[in-house]
C-alpha cells in the first residue's frame, strides 16, 4: 500500500513537500517515483529514485525538486519549490520492482497564479 500525503494549495513560488509512506513492500528493493497528471492530461514522470540512490528527474523540475527517500521509514519524499501554476496536478507515487508494481491514490496540488 501507498499513501501520499502534502498536497495542497499554495500561491505560485511556493513550496511544498510531499510523502509516500508505503506498507507490505520491500522498500528499500524498490525504484520509487513521483508522476503527476493534471486533468485532460496523461500521466507523467516527475521523477524518480532507484534503490541505490540514483535520481532522475523531468526536465521540467530539475533544479527546483528534489526526491528523497528514507529506507529506515519506508517512505519516499519530494521537495517541491518554486511552484508554478501549470504543476497544478495530481500527484502519483510508484513502486516498482521488476514486473512489480504498485501506485498510490494520488494527492492534489493546486498552485495558484
Known amino acids: 500500500q501507498l499513501v501520499e500525503s502534502g498536497g495542497g494549495l499554495v500561491q505560485s513560488g511556493a513550496s511544498l513537500r510531499l510523502s509516500c509512506a508505503t506498507s507490505g513492500i520491500i522498500f528499500r528493493l524498490y525504484t520509487m517515483g513521483w508522476y503527476r497528471q493534471a486533468p485532460e492530461n496523461e500521466r507523467e514522470l516527475v521523477a524518480t529514485m532507484t534503490s541505490g540512490g540514483s535520481t532522475n528527474y523531468a526536465d521540467s523540475v530539475k533544479g527546483r525538486f528534489t526526491i528523497s527517500r528514507d529506507n529506515a521509514k519506508n517512505t519516499v519524499y519530494m521537495q517541491m519549490n518554486s511552484l508554478k501554476p501549470e504543476e497544478t496536478a495530481v500527484y502519483y507515487c510508484?513502486?516498482?520492482?521488476?514486473?512489480?508494481?504498485?501506485w498510490g491514490q494520488g494527492t492534489q496540488v493546486f498552485v495558484s497564479s
Open positions: 510508484k513502486a516498482a520492482w521488476g514486473k512489480a508494481e504498485h
